[in-house]
C-alpha cells in the first residue's frame, strides 16, 4: 500500500441519498483521530446502487470495496484494520470481481466510479481523449461515417441511426450550427445519464466536442433538468477544467479548432424532452412541440441545423472514434449495435445500472443481475422504456433486449429503463395512471393527447369504480387509436403503449372491476 492511501467514496447523488456524505466525513475524522494517513477522492458511483455508499481503498492488487457502508459503519471498520478491514462483513474483495460489475461489458461506463469526476488528468490518465485525438487527426466525413458504421442508434427512446443524423447535419449549409445535448432524462425508473454527468462528465464533453468537428458546429449546449443538481454541478465543474486545460476552447489540444460548451437548466416538464419542445426551452421559450418538418437537423436551434442527441448517443461515440466501429458493433445483437446501459428499478433487490450488448434478456437483467424483486413476491410485470413503455408480462421476460424483437413484440426498449412490478400490482390503476400523466405532462397543443388524456383518465376511473366496465374498455381502446393516430407527437401517440398491453396482458385486473359492478 502507498501513502496516503487513497480511498474512494462516491459523491454520486444516488450515494449520498443514503450517507456517503457522512461517510467519507467519518473516515476522515477515524483516520486522523489514529493518525492513518489517507486521502479521500469523491468519485461517481459504478452503478450497483444496493451496494452504495461503496467505499473503495486503493491497493497494490487494485481496488478493494466495501459497502454498503452506513456512516454509523466507519469505527468498527476502522477497530477491524480499515482501511486494510478483510475479516469485516461489510468487505467485499476485489471491486472488479463483484459478480454484478465483472459480468458487464463496460464500454460507456468502464471510467464511471473509477476517476475523480473533476479531475482532467485523472480522465486522460484513463485513457480519455483518445477518441478526441483520432478525431482531430480526421476530415470530418471519415468521422461521421465512423459513427455510421458502428451501428450506433439514438439511446434516448427513438433509436435513431446517429451517424445518418450527423450526416444531415454535416450536409446542411448554415452560418451556424449547434449540437445540443438531451439530459433531461424524464423517463421513471432511469439515471444512466445522471449517473454519466455525475461520474464522467468528461465523455460527455470529448463526445459532444467530435459531434461538433463532425459537423462543423462550434457551439453546444447540454440541456439538464433542475432535478438533478449534483450532475449540473458536475458538468459545470468539468467544462471549466476542460477550458482550462485546453481541451475546449478556440484551439482545442492545439488543433486550431473551435468548440464552446454551456449546460442550461430545464425546469421540470416532461415534454422538455422532446427534442423539439427542448430546443424551444433553450431559446427561453415554454418548451411546446414543434410541428415536424423542418426536423431539428435541418431547423433546429435559432433556426439553425442542430444535432440533438442523448447523453448516452454522445458518450458512446470517444471509443467508436478510439477503438474503432468495428468493435463497438461487435458488441450487440441484428440492428441494435453496440451497448446499453439498461437500468433496473422498481421493486427490485439489486438495483443499479447494468451496461451489456444489446440482446442480454430482460429475465437476465432481473434475476441475474436484478436478484428478483425486493418484496421476494413474483414479478408479475414489467415496464420497459419509461412511463410511455408498455408492461411486459412475466411470461414474456425472456425477450432479447433489442429495438426491433421488442418493435414487433408491441413493446419499446427506450432509454433502457426496467421498473420491476411484483403480484400484488394492480394493472387497471397502472392503465389510469398512463392517462394521468400524459394529462398532467401534455405540452397542449394538438386535441388528441390534451383532451384524450383528461377522458382516459376519467374513463378508467369509472372502470376502476365497476360503472358500465364492458362499454368503458371499448371506449378506452377507441381512444388508444384515436391518440396513437392523431397525436402531433411521441407523447400521445405513445401513451396508449402502456394502457394497450395493460389490457391485452391483465385483462382479469380490468375484469375484477366487471366483478365488482356485477356483485352490486
Ligand atoms: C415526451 C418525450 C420525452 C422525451 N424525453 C427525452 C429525454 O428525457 N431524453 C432524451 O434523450 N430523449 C427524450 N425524448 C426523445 C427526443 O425527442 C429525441 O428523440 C432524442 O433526444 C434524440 O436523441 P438520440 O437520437 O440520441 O436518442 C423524448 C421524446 C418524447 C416524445
Ligand atoms: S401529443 Fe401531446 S405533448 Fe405532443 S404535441 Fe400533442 S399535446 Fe403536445
Redesign the pocket.
Known amino acids: 500500500m502507498t501513502f496516503p492511501i487513497r480511498i474512494f467514496v462516491p459523491k454520486d447523488a444516488a450515494a449520498r441519498s443514503v450517507g456517503a456524505d457522512d461517510v467519507a466525513a467519518r473516515i476522515m475524522a477515524e483516520a486522523e483521530a489514529r493518525s492513518i494517513e489517507v486521502s479521500v477522492v469523491r468519485t461517481g458511483t459504478r452503478g450497483a446502487l444496493f451496494l452504495e455508499p461503496l467505499v473503495e481503498v486503493e491497493t497494490s492488487a487494485g481496488r478493494i470495496g466495501y459497502g454498503p457502508v452506513d456512516p454509523d459503519d466507519v469505527t468498527g471498520l476502522f477497530d477491524a484494520g480499515f482501511p486494510s478491514a478483510d475479516g469485516h462483513p461489510l468487505h467485499l474483495g476485489p471491486v472488479d470481481a463483484i459478480p454484478y460489475l465483472a459480468r458487464q461489458t463496460r464500454v460507456t461506463f468502464a471510467r464511471c466510479g473509477v476517476i475523480d469526476p473533476a479531475s482532467v488528468a485523472d480522465y486522460r490518465a484513463q485513457g480519455g481523449f483518445r477518441g478526441l485525438e483520432a478525431a482531430l487527426a480526421k476530415p470530418a466525413a471519415d468521422i461521421v461515417e465512423d459513427v455510421v458504421a458502428s451501428g450506433l ?8 441511426p ?1 451517424g445518418i ?1 450527423w450526416r444531415t447535419v454535416a450536409a446542411a449549409e448554415a452560418d451556424e450550427k449547434y449540437i445540443c445535448c ?6 421513471s425508473g432511469t439515471f444512466a ?1 445522471r449517473i454519466l454527468m455525475e461520474g464522467d462528465p468528461f465523455l460527455l464533453i470529448e463526445g459532444m466536442t467530435i459531434a461538433g468537428l463532425a459537423v462543423g458546429a462550434c457551439t453546444g449546449y447540454v440541456y439538464i433538468r433542475s432535478e438533478y443538481p449534483d450532475a449540473i454541478a458536475a458538468m459545470k465543474t468539468a467544462i471549466a477544467a476542460c477550458e482550462a486545460d485546453g481541451t475546449l476552447g478556440d484551439d482545442i489540444l492545439g488543433s486550431g479548432r473551435s468548440f464552446r460548451l454551456h449546460v442550461r437548466v430545464g425546469a421540470g416538464a ?2 422538455c ?4 419542445a ?1 430546443l424551444d426551452s433553450l431559446e427561453g421559450k415554454r418548451g411546446i412541440v414543434r410541428a415536424k418538418p423542418p426536423i431539428p437537423a435541418i431547423a433546429g436551434l435559432f433556426g439553425k441545423p442542430t444535432v ?7 458518450a458512446a461515440v470517444p471509443s467508436i472514434l478510439a477503438d474503432g466501429p468495428e468493435a463497438y458493433a461487435a458488441h450487440g445483437m441484428g440492428k441494435s449495435r453496440g451497448t446499453m446501459p439498461f437500468q433496473i428499478a422498481g421493486n427490485i433487490a439489486r438495483g443499479g445500472l447494468v451496461e451489456l450488448g444489446f440482446g442480454v434478456t430482460l429475465r437476465e437483467l432481473i434475476e441475474d443481475f436484478g436478484g428478483g424483486t425486493h418484496s421476494g413476491r413474483p414479478v408479475r410485470a414489467v415496464q420497459v422504456g419509461g412511463p ?1 413503455g408498455a408492461y411486459v408480462p412475466a411470461d414474456r421476460l425472456d425477450l432479447p433486449m433489442d429495438y426491433e424483437a421488442f418493435a414487433e413484440a408491441g413493446f419499446m426498449v427506450g ?1 433502457g429503463g426496467i421498473v420491476v412490478f411484483d403480484d400484488t400490482v394492480d394493472m387497471a390503476r397502472q392503465a389510469r395512471f398512463a392517462f394521468a400523466f400524459c394529462a398532467i ?1 401534455s405540452c397542449g397543443k394538438c386535441t388528441p393527447c390534451r383532451v384524450g388524456a383528461v377522458r382516459g383518465r376519467e374513463t378508467m376511473d369509472r372502470i376502476l369504480a365497476g360503472e358500465d366496465v364492458a362499454t368503458n374498455v371499448a371506449l378506452v381502446e377507441d381512444l388508444c387509436t384515436l391518440m396513437t393516430d392523431a397525436s402531433l ?3 400521445g401517440g ?1 401513451t396508449p403503449m402502456p394502457v394497450k398491453s395493460a389490457l391485452t396482458y391483465f385483462p382479469e385486473d380490468f375484469d375484477r372491476a366487471h366483478a365488482r359492478e356485477a356483485a352490486e
Open positions: 442508434r439514438g439511446r434516448g427512446g427513438a433509436g435513431f446517429t443524423k438531451n439530459a433531461d432524462e424524464g423517463d445519464d416532461y415534454i424532452g422532446e427534442e423539439s427542448m440533438v442527441n442523448n447523453v448516452l448517443s454522445f410511455l432509454h405532462e407527437c411521441a407523447m405513445l
